[in-house]
């Protein structure tokens, strides 16, 4: 087993040659031959979250085929491809995808534009098992199956597991206290089964999505959606076209175009590639080879819009994670795209903390207003409870994806008590209390009847709170904010009805709006989510190390500790190197300033 001084070693080296790498895309040339009529594979994998961690290692040393592509990962390299002259055709492989309506629909206009720009767009999958997945495919000129694959979508369903019988056998209690019958979130912890509200607003959703989809899908395909509802009765299928599967079912009846004998996952040599008869290329050796380094259009009439993120739950914790909205982190975005000639609040959010909701929504709105910045919001796949709170400002336009889920306007608290549990282990908790402390002993005592009448109160005046909010910033008269709120959540088009958006339309539909609302030709894309944030990077995979310290100033001199942590040969490799990797980090180190900056070609620009 190696020594805890070899195992030191070895992440110092690995993070020195990321750092070499990391320089290596500025200095040198990555840039690859694109052969006339090549084949773009595209191999979408997952969800294609809005927002992940820093991939530094992965993406930039090249682990392809271990990290998923992100949303706008996909969305760069859909633009690109339309706009490469040597690209004839591209490739979506769908197997694996499991995104969103929203993300569907929103790829689905790159696909278009693909397709406008001359190139052939196909999509391919065994199964076409999520409505998700068929729609953005069908946004393809030809969609592709596989025999015994084929159309595997029977509708769609919303539940949850109920755990109120398991709770009350562990000796749990749940205390939950809402306001607004329909504001349903933490039922399955307090309930054996669903509420009636919570199945009527769930059944109205579920139906106005299932519809939305059918329609849309229906209408790319040249279908009539009455064909495409059909075609989810597996059984009535297969018969209504005489086939022997679903595969040639759907073949027979419009929804696939072609049946391949088998899937292939990957381009590599083994897998005899159907299309392997043209020159191929996937999306990592392109995006690597073309887009990573690629410089926005400096144009005087490309618009530059800023996009803030607002993802996963609202929190007010200083944390920053991959599934939550920080006030800090949003703070750190609207900073950063300050200097833009637009703002767009991206709220993919099912709500969270009401401070830290008004926190970010003051925070990006007053920074709009300050620096006389046009500012919109867009709603993804949801934006919904704090996540439509952060919407909210009297001048600004909401637009919202047809396939968003947004409202539950109303407050919900949850509160357990684990007397029974530690009861049942013949445990129990006693003490001393002043008068005034209310929940003293508490998770390990019942609730105070005192202390659930203050959160009592405390939510009733939160969700006056926000009825008063929305009222304000939407000029809706409070009595009907009251009536069309209560906890309800609505799809785009019933929220559009009653007032609490603006307009339906995806996010690069909301773009466009913008660049010709300002008279430009086009426009570019600024997020923080395409920064490379290297020394953030160094501090959280090294936290105290000597070689971190060093780059941020404090303890010995980088030199020193090269001398003190790193063997003699790598030390003479490293000078030796063709990469200026020392005096880069030498001038970092006289210049603290510079890890300031968010993008790494900012910092090969001051390299000598």
Request: charged residues 20%.
């Amino acid at each position: 087993m190696p020594s805890a001084t070899t195992y030191w070693v070895s992440a110092r080296t690995l993070l020195l040659i990321g750092l070499a790498f990391l320089l290596g895309g500025c200095f040198g040339d990555s840039e690859i031959e694109i052969e006339p009529d090549t084949e773009l594979h595209i191999f979408l994998d997952g969800s294609l979250p809005e927002r992940t961690e820093p991939r530094i290692i992965d993406i930039e040393l090249g682990a392809d085929d271990n990290v998923a592509l992100g949303f706008f990962e996909a969305r760069k390299l859909l633009e690109y491809a339309g706009n490469e002259p040597n690209i004839s055709r591209i490739i979506l492989h769908l197997g694996s995808y499991t995104g969103s309506l929203t993300v569907s629909e929103e790829l689905g206009h790159f696909v278009q534009k693909a397709r406008q720009a001359g190139k052939q767009v196909e999509a391919v999958a065994p199964f076409y098992f999520l409505p998700s997945q068929y729609l953005l495919a069908s946004y393809a000129d030809k969609i592709l199956t596989v025999k015994n694959g084929g159309y595997w979508i029977g509708g769609m369903s919303r539940g949850s597991l109920y755990m109120a019988g398991l709770l009350k056998r562990l000796g749990i209690q749940i205390h939950r206290f809402n306001s607004g019958p329909y504001k349903t979130s933490g039922e399955d912890y307090q309930l054996d089964q669903m509420s009636s509200a919570d199945k009527e607003q769930s059944q109205e959703l579920i139906d106005a999505l299932w519809s939305g989809y059918l329609q849309k899908a229906a209408a790319n395909r040249g279908l009539e959606t009455d064909e495409l509802r059909a075609a989810s009765r597996f059984n009535e299928q297969i018969a209504q076209h005489d086939a022997d599967d679903l595969a040639e079912s759907a073949l027979k009846s419009g929804l696939v175009d072609e049946i391949l004998p088998r899937y292939v996952a990957s381009l590599d040599a083994e897998s005899g590639s159907p299309w392997s008869h043209t020159p191929a290329i996937d999306h990592w050796s392109y995006w690597h080879g073309r887009i990573r380094d690629a410089r926005a259009d400096e144009s005087e009439n490309r618009l530059k819009i800023g996009v803030v993120n607002v993802y996963g739950g609202i929190i007010g914790d200083s944390m920053d994670s991959p599934q939550s909205a920080t006030p800090g982190y949003v703070n750190k975005q609207i900073e950063a795209l300050s200097d833009v000639d637009a703002l767009v609040l991206r709220v993919n959010s099912p709500g969270g903390s009401a401070t830290a909701s008004e926190v970010i929504r003051e925070a990006f709105f007053n920074t709009a207003a300050d620096y006389d910045i046009p500012a919109y919001v867009h709603m993804g796949r949801v934006a919904a409870s704090g996540g439509y709170w952060v919407s909210l400002n009297d001048s600004t336009d909401i637009w919202a994806s047809r396939f968003t889920i947004t409202g539950s306007i109303g407050v919900v608290s949850m509160l357990h008590s684990f007397a029974g549990s530690l009861e049942l282990l013949d445990v129990r908790y006693d003490g001393v209390q002043t008068p005034s402390a209310l929940w003293a002993g508490w998770p390990y005592t019942p609730l105070p009847d005192e202390f659930g009448e203050l959160v009592k109160t405390l939510n009733g005046r939160g969700y006056q709170e926000f009825l008063e909010l929305v009222s304000e910033q939407r000029n809706l008269p409070l009595e009907e904010v009251e009536r069309i709120a209560q906890g309800r959540v609505w799809t785009a088009e019933a929220a559009l009805e009653r007032g609490l958006i603006d307009s339906i339309g995806s996010l690069p539909e909301l773009l466009e709006h913008i660049t010709q609302v300002q008279g430009r030709l086009d426009y570019e894309v600024l997020s923080i989510r395409d920064e490379i944030d290297l020394f953030q990077f160094i501090r959280n995979a090294f936290n105290n190390s000597p070689l971190a310290w060093a780059l941020r100033g404090r303890g010995p001199t980088l030199e020193q500790t090269l001398e003190q942590t790193l063997p003699p040969p790598l030390q003479q490799a490293l000078k030796q190197a063709p990469l200026p990797v020392l005096s880069f980090l030498k001038r970092i180190e006289q210049n603290p300033e510079l890890a300031k900056k968010p993008e790494l070609y900012l910092w090969c620009e001051l390299c000598p």
